[in-house]
């Protein structure tokens, strides 16, 4: 069984500031990793993936998430938060195959001006 | 654009009043999930399509059951809410085909039980 883990449930930060939002995961098998970001009344929109290839993925919006098949994580960064960045962030990992995916418990980052 | 559409987006219901709520997709996508969320968790899957196919998840409880007349369409009908099933209900959708897990959500109805 696999299972994804976001050890922080809070992370505050000042604008600009640069941010790590961790995920773990345990699976014995080959995985596909995704983060989603859900603001305040919204559904969950897809930030960024790896399926294969480049271990670094990228978002249009200036965050980043490095798959580390070592460590078993997806941690998501970005070097510098704007206020709007401000929203709940949930890692999912999908087991080769499967289309449904297990969610981590999520991250709220909370940017402060 | 094509897209999730929940419908209603808040929903104020009374304890055990039957209640549906519906979810109309213009994706095209094979896969239609419902979701309930709980303040501060995770999504949690209470069962899903893959287009006729129902598939429930074993801890779901019976008060919850779902239609899915066609492929646009999919609807949530909760039996008789009480007070602990007062949650957003996410619908999401996925072409479920290899190599394309993403998912694609509605904005979600907010569902209220008094």
């Known amino acids: 069984a696999q299972s994804v883990t976001q050890l922080d449930s809070q992370v505050p930060v000042f604008e600009e500031a640069p941010v790590e939002l961790r995920c773990n995961y345990s699976?014995?098998?080959?995985?596909?990793l995704f983060w989603y970001v859900q603001y305040p009344n919204q559904g969950l929109q897809l930030l960024l993936k790896?399926?294969?290839?480049?271990?670094l993925v990228e978002s249009i919006n200036g965050f980043e998430a490095e798959f580390n098949k070592s460590q078993t994580s997806f941690h998501l960064r970005k070097p510098s938060v704007h206020i709007s960045d401000t929203a709940e962030y949930f890692c999912?990992?999908?087991?080769?195959?499967?289309?449904?995916?297990?969610f981590g418990r999520g991250t709220s980052l909370i940017v402060h001006p | 654009d094509a897209m999730v559409i929940q419908n209603p987006r808040y929903q104020v219901t009374q304890f055990g009043k039957p209640v549906t709520l519906s979810c109309s997709q213009t994706?095209?996508?094979?896969?239609m999930y419902w979701y309930q969320q709980k303040s501060s968790q995770a999504p949690k899957l209470l069962f899903h399509?893959?287009?006729?196919?129902?598939?429930n998840e074993a801890d779901t409880p019976d008060n919850f059951q779902s239609r899915r007349p066609n492929t646009s369409f999919c609807f949530l009908d909760i039996r008789s809410p009480g007070l602990g099933d007062a949650a957003m209900y996410l619908c999401?959708?996925?072409?479920?085909?290899?190599?394309?897990?993403?998912?694609?959500f509605g904005p979600g109805t907010r569902l209220t039980v008094t």
């Open positions: 699976s014995s098998v080959s995985v596909y």
């Open positions: 999401a959708t996925s072409s479920g085909g290899p190599d394309s897990y993403e998912q694609y």
């Open positions: 999912a990992v999908y087991l080769g195959g499967s289309y449904i995916p297990t």
């Open positions: 790896y399926l294969s290839g480049s271990t």
């Open positions: 399509y893959y287009d006729k196919d129902f598939n």
């Open positions: 994706l095209n996508h094979n896969v």
